[in-house]
């Protein structure tokens, strides 16, 4: 998803990581800085304390949600992707 | 005569005692069913479907792998394609 996000400017998409993290927020805090030093992560990196993933209705992850240029959802799904099918879905919701 | 008064009190008494055994029961088996409809819609699976408007929200955000937070709203990419990628760390 770091390499969806080095073309995504190209790609006129916008992608967002959202960690969900139980805990206190400074702690929350703490660990996914941690996470997103660790893996050296350039795209933005959400903190969630499980209000989003409810609004959207994301029960397991990883979980994605691909969202239209005009703000509807064209499509939820779970699981790991690939960068093909990720590019797949993104032009699928740029026909929306 | 005494018993004749007295009988038809204890026939009626006795299946009105029944009816709200009946009710009770009908009204608790509905508020259990409603309480794990509640449970079950709030958990998970139920968010918007395709075609729907997606939630805004406002979350903190390290961007760029920077060291501090700025909240960062869905709003903000209106025009974009958004993917929205939830993960775990643990």
């Known amino acids: 998803m770091d390499k969806l996000h080095a073309d995504a400017d190209e790609l006129g998409v916008a992608i967002l990581a959202i960690g969900n993290e139980r805990g206190s927020h400074d702690k929350a805090k703490d ?51 690939s960068y093909d099918q990720l590019l797949e879905r993104v032009e699928k919701a740029r026909q929306h | 005569m005494k018993r004749s008064i007295s009988s038809p009190q204890a026939k009626s ?55 501090s937070w700025a909240d960062t709203s869905l709003s903000q990419f209106r025009g974009k394609v958004v993917v929205l990628n939830f993960f775990s760390t643990s």
């Open chain 2, 13 to 67: 008494s006795q299946p009105r005692k029944r009816d709200w055994v009946h009710w009770a029961l009908i009204g608790a088996v509905v508020f259990l069913v409603g309480v794990n409809v509640v449970y079950i819609l709030g958990r998970d699976g139920f968010g918007p479907k395709a075609g729907e408007r997606a939630p805004d929200f406002t979350l903190p955000a390290l961007v760029d792998g920077s060291e």
């Open chain 1, 31 to 81: 660990k996914l800085a941690g996470f997103v030093r660790s893996q050296g992560l350039s795209l933005p990196v959400l903190l969630d304390d499980g209000s989003v993933a409810r609004a959207y209705g994301v029960g397991a992850v990883p979980a994605w949600v691909f969202i239209d240029p005009h703000g509807h959802v064209s499509q939820t799904l779970t699981g790991e992707l």
